[in-house]
């Protein structure tokens, strides 16, 4: 097996990338702490044709060297807007017909590996703080959250992680 060579594996620009058909999926960032799962998010992003990504609280935005690191150049790709309160994108994005899931371990929350989505509707997915996770006021005001099944020691996954687990099955159900 040869390794593709950049050249091969035929990267759209950045203008042919903002003129795609996106998938009906936003991210919204509800004070992420770390600027690599930042960068991360904007990169997976980027990947699966997210729609936008809403940045909140105490969560960096572009530009900074430290997005940078892991983005590698997402993060001028992907459509992103700051908000300082989590709260008001939620409502915003109601009113504008999004169904929302905060993506967090919550009573009733529906599993990842059973999540079913319309095509024809709009998604909006909130990860949470590093230690904290979504706020609950946040988690008050989603439709549903989604948990992502877990069998080992451990009851958490990092949220760049857990942003390529939800974007990537996002992606598989809407596209």
């Known amino acids: 097996m040869k390794k593709k060579t950049v050249l091969e594996l035929n990267r759209v620009t950045k203008e042919e990338f903002k003129n795609k058909e996106k998938i009906p999926l936003v991210v919204i960032l509800d004070n992420v702490r770390s600027l690599n799962n930042v960068g991360s998010v904007f990169r997976t992003s980027d990947a699966f044709l997210v729609d936008s990504i809403y940045l909140c609280g105490i969560t960096a935005i ?65 990860l949470g703080n590093e230690v904290k996770g979504v706020q609950q006021t946040v988690v008050d005001k989603c439709d549903q959250s989604i948990e992502i099944p877990q069998f080992g020691t451990k009851h958490s996954l990092n949220v760049s992680v857990t942003a390529g687990l939800i974007i990537w099955d996002f992606f598989k159900l809407l596209r």
């Open 62 to 126: 572009p530009p900074h060297p430290e997005i940078h690191k892991t983005a590698l150049g997402a993060e001028d790709s992907v459509t992103w807007t700051y908000y300082e309160d989590t709260n008001v994108v939620v409502d915003k994005l109601h009113e504008e017909g999004y169904i929302i899931y905060a993506v967090e371990q919550v009573e009733n929350s529906i599993m990842l590996t059973d999540l079913q989505l319309n095509k024809n509707n709009k998604y909006a997915v909130v």
